[in-house]
């Protein structure tokens, strides 16, 4: 069995990783997709010492950095299944079952879905998640960010400097983003905010045409011709497969003490999947090295 199993290789798993690794145990990483969000990432600015890097880049070096030491690195693997027995069990979904003292769990988060038909259909043929990622393709065109938040304002003023046209939609009366967001936004020609207006479908054919919203103060539905719609309504943990085996906040987050220590003994987590207040790069790094020296703290204990 491993002394610490990271499941998730994202910034919070990779520094847990090496934390653990330093401390001469046995250290495996199991990931899904090792990087994490940062893969969806350009540029990154506030990763404190250095001055302006790329996602892809960084996640390049987590791994590099990982590799320095004696970790079993297995990527490309979904775990499905956490138990805790003799040893916590974690079962991938490709049948294995992996065994160690003690497991930290950093499995991250995924943009929240809005639920309405075309979304799933047009995902790539129009609808995107990632401003960075996807802005340039909609270059010259009319696009709508669903989503007043912070996210969702950084997105539209992110977009209104690359597209022609940026539509705003949020559900609630106000926009919810930071005010200094909401002054930059407002101080762009080329975009148009719609508050609290529900958006009912994302209409198209082989690739989105447009989108579908009812007013919510008169009831009327309207229909706007756009190319790309960009979805920025939150973040949602990836601690589905957890079950109720560890307590979970209302919005599905572990809750960890100032350890790193979930509600059973041996199990830790660190970083966007855990009720951590701020989900950052650094912050999520941040905490993977807490949970490790947890978790070795605990094996010495035990
Ligand atoms: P993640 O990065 O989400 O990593 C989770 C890991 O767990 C991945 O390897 C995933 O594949 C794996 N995983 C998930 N489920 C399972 C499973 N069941 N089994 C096995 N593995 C699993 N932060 C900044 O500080 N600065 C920025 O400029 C910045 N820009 C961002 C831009 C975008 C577009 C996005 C999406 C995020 C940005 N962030 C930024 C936030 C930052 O990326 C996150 O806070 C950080 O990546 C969280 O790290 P994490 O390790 O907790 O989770």
New binding site residues.
Partial sequence: PFDVLV???????ASAAIYAARKGIRTGI?????????L??AA?E??ISVKHTEGPKLAASLEEHVKEYNVDVMNL???KRLEKKDFIEIELENGAVLKSKTVIL????RWRNVGVPGEAEFKNKGVAY?P?CDGPLFEGKHVAVIGGGNSGIEAAIDLAGIVKHVTVLEFMPELKADSVLQDRLYSLPNVTVLKNVQTKEITGTDKVNGITYVDRDTGAEHHIELAGVFVQIGLVP?TE?LGETIDRTRMGEIVVDKRGATTIPGIFAA???TDSAY????I?MGSGATAALGAFDYLIRN
């Avoid at 499941?7 to 798993?13: D, E, L, Y």
């Avoid at 199991?30 to 940062?38: L, N, P, T, W």
């Avoid at 950093?106 to 988060?109: E, I, L, P």
Wanted: charged content about 15%.
């Fill in positions: 499941v998730g290789g994202g910034p919070a798993g199991v990931a899904e997709r090792f990087g994490g969000q940062i969806d990432t990154i506030n990763f693997q979904r775990a950093s499995t991250g988060a990632c960075h990836n497969w970083g966007d999947c989900k950052q790069i650094i999520s």
